[in-house]
């Protein structure tokens, strides 16, 4: 059998808004994920754009990375990472997104960042925007539906590359750029403040400046990949897609075909524009048909085709099924639930458990795009219960982690070229759904609750060996 290659990329994935905190410190501006307050899995998060004294707003302390960064990548270090994928804070760079020079004590956080990584030679993987979009965009600008937006992203990308040109190969203009396509991602994604949404799961809806909102990202990550390569020919850009794999839950034709349809819209509207320079035929049928006009001009249209990607990375928690027929029972998950899948166990927040899916996945991608692939994102959310004697035992996480590995090899060995494999939420982090901080990923145990309360303290976990080993292993020894 085929192994994982030999300067794979081992590591883990954070996202600036859910682990750094310090929210105003440094110059930093407010954004859109700071006017978000905390949930549960049962109560939807809050959005207040004026905070309110009486909530619990994670994303302003999280777990105070931006203090403790040292210490982390040092923890990161012990467990052998090679590579550690995270992002910049927009906001902290350009606090209200159209400011006339940078935030200089932000980028020199990041200077403090990467020459920690370098010491260790753990390569970073930075994404630009990820859920971090400063709020000035859209109270000044409406958010990503302006075209305004493009510049103001460029200028923003041309700082981080010229600034960290030397630090930097592998750059991730956005993460998860398809959620869009949710109305859930409205403000996230899109910075489309709404009055009448109070719920962040549950936004009011505008498709036509959703997808100009989409379409606008795209333009502008094509400039950015122009403009970057110019900077550094040695840059790589990955797209980053939200792989929701689904199955059709009978097989009914109609079952197939739907399966068929969401999966040419959702999955791969995004990595086709990204990496083949253009819109598949599908989803331009697909706006015509619902009345959605995206104004693409010749212009716009050569800029896509020229500032195309050349690495394709996914997030992969689950699998999803979906049917014409009805069924009572739903799962829920990472953006969006299906049906039961009879097959498939599920966890704690009912996200469905599938490794092999993660193959299927892999293959489906290699295939049409035949570039190299990332999994920038996998992993498991659960309860975790530290010990007495501060130890903390998780094997459900170790037996995810490895069933997951065990498919990726088998994927290697029928011939898809994995590059990389970051975990998601490699030390304990603000879930982005529910603002939990007991739904852990990490390898990494934190002390901080729901509510911010706790002494900030890593411990490792029962993972954390673990994955050292599977890492000095190159995946041999799971
Ligand atoms: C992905 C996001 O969609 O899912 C991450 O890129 C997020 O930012 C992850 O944290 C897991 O979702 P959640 O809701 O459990 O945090």
Redesign the pocket.
């Known amino acids: 059998m085929k192994s994982f290659r030999k300067d794979f990329l081992w590591g883990g994935a954070t996202?600036a808004n859910?682990v750094e905190g310090a929210y105003r410190e440094g110059g930093k501006g407010v954004s859109v994920a700071d006017v978000v307050t905390v949930g549960s899995h049962t109560q939807p998060r809050r959005i207040s754009l004026d905070l309110d004294p009486q909530y619990y707003y994670p994303s302003h302390q999280a777990i105070d990375h931006y203090h403790h960064y040292k210490e982390d990548i040092a923890l990161f270090a012990e467990m052998g990472f090679k590579a550690y994928r995270m992002s910049i804070s927009w906001s902290r760079i350009f606090p209200d997104a159209d400011n006339e020079t940078p935030n200089e004590e932000g980028l020199a956080f990041y200077d403090g960042v990467f020459q920690e990584l370098q010491k260790y030679g753990i390569e970073p993987v930075v994404t630009i925007s990820?859920?971090d979009i400063p709020l000035a965009l859209g109270t000044r600008y409406g958010g990503w539906p302006n075209k305004k937006a493009i510049d103001l992203y460029v200028k923003y990308a041309v700082t981080l590359f010229e600034r960290y040109k030397d630090y930097v190969r592998y750059w991730i203009p956005f993460?998860?750029i398809n959620?869009i396509f949710l109305p859930m991602s409205s403000l996230g994604q899109g910075a489309m403040l709404d009055e009448q949404s109070v719920y962040f799961t549950e936004q009011a809806d505008r498709p036509e400046a959703r997808m100009n909102a989409l379409n606008n990202m795209m333009i502008a990550s094509a400039k950015a990949v122009i403009a970057g390569r110019e900077i550094n020919p040695a840059f790589h850009f990955g797209t980053m897609i939200?792989h929701i794999t689904r199955y059709p839950r009978t097989c009914h034709p109609d079952d197939v075909l739907l399966v068929l349809e969401d999966d040419l819209y959702f999955n791969n509207t995004c990595a086709d524009v990204m990496l083949k320079g253009e819109y598949p035929f599908y989803t331009l049928n697909r706006f015509e048909k619902e009345g959605i006009q995206i104004g693409l001009s010749e212009e716009e249209k050569a800029i896509l085709k020229e500032g195309v990607c050349d690495y394709y990375t996914f997030?992969y928690?689950q699998s999803i099924s979906e049917s014409t027929l009805t069924f009572e029972d739903q799962t829920s998950g990472?953006?969006m639930g299906g049906i039961k899948n009879p097959y498939l166990k599920e966890t704690e927040?009912n996200w469905p458990i599938d490794p092999v899916g993660l193959r299927y996945t892999l293959l489906k991608v290699y295939d049409r795009y035949r570039v190299p692939v990332m999994i920038t994102?996998n992993g498991i959310?659960c309860v975790d219960r530290m010990e007495e004697d501060g130890s903390v035992h998780d094997p459900y996480r170790i037996a995810y982690l490895r069933d997951h590995i065990t498919e990726m090899r088998k994927a290697v060995d029928e011939g898809v070229d994995l590059i990389g494999y970051t975990a998601?939420?490699c030390i304990d982090?603000?879930?982005?759904?529910?603002g939990e901080m007991k739904?852990r990923?990490g390898f990494i145990y934190v002390d901080c609750d729901d509510q911010g309360k706790g002494t900030q303290i890593r411990s490792r976990k029962d993972s954390f060996y673990w994955y050292k080993k599977v890492i000095a292993s190159n995946g041999e020894d799971l």
């Open positions: 996202a859910q990820h859920g993460n998860e959620d939200c997030s928690y990472n953006i927040w994102e959310g998601w939420g982090l603000v879930s982005v759904s529910t739904k990923y």
